[in-house]
């Protein structure tokens, strides 16, 4: 995926089919975690990953997330994704939704 400058930014999907948004993205994080410590190359991509994530983790309001748009709380199908938007900021999208933290809805 490329920004409007050409530039290639991160975009993380996240499976809820299993469990919510919070947990997907902690389990992400302690995954992206352990592939880091065990990489010989790629940690500027995992770096970019883990720190995404954890920026989501702190930026976001989970249980107004769950409560607000069902699609988050688990046991969804639905293509979820986790980007950084234009200013720096971590945002999802999903369902022509798209959600700035901590958890409202982007025009």
């Known amino acids: 995926m490329y920004d409007l400058t050409g530039r290639e930014t991160l975009k993380i999907e996240l499976d809820l089919k299993r469990h919510c948004i919070e947990t997907e993205m902690k389990r992400r994080t302690n995954a992206a975690i352990s592939r880091y410590f065990k990489a010989d190359s790629e940690?500027?991509?995992?770096e970019n990953e883990i720190a995404l994530l954890q920026q989501a983790l702190q930026a976001f309001d989970f249980l107004q997330l769950r409560n607000r748009w069902p699609a988050l709380s688990g046991g969804s199908g639905a293509r979820i994704f986790l980007t950084l938007d234009a200013t720096g900021q971590p945002h999802l999208s999903f369902e022509?939704?798209?959600v700035a933290p901590p958890a409202n809805q982007k025009a």
Do not use: D, F, P
């Open 43 to 46: 940690k500027t991509e995992l």
């Open 96 to 98: 022509n939704t798209c």
